[in-house]
């Protein structure tokens, strides 16, 4: 049981660092035409990817945190 949720730790924090790197593409990318552009009109497509990507991490993260809390209790 405990490697499983070894296992599940080490997939959620992979899904994490995903998504903090997919919100950090989509934050230079709404960055780049806001500046090209000078106007945030096609920005706003990729505001919400930035947005979405943020709320995936900290999903990730909060499930990590159970799962890490769930393999303490096993273990005492």
């Not at 934050?27 to 979405?52: R, W």
Request: hydrophobic share 60%; no cysteine; proline share 0%.
């Amino acid at each position: 049981m405990n490697n499983i949720l070894v296992i599940a730790i080490v997939l959620l924090a992979i899904m994490v660092l995903v998504s903090l790197v997919r919100g950090i593409i989509a934050f230079m990318k709404s960055t780049k035409i806001d500046l090209e552009t000078g106007e945030g009109v096609d920005a706003t497509e990729m505001q919400l990817m930035q947005n979405k990507m943020m709320f995936n991490r900290i999903k990730y993260q909060a499930l990590a945190i159970v799962v890490v809390g769930i393999l303490l209790m096993l273990n005492r």
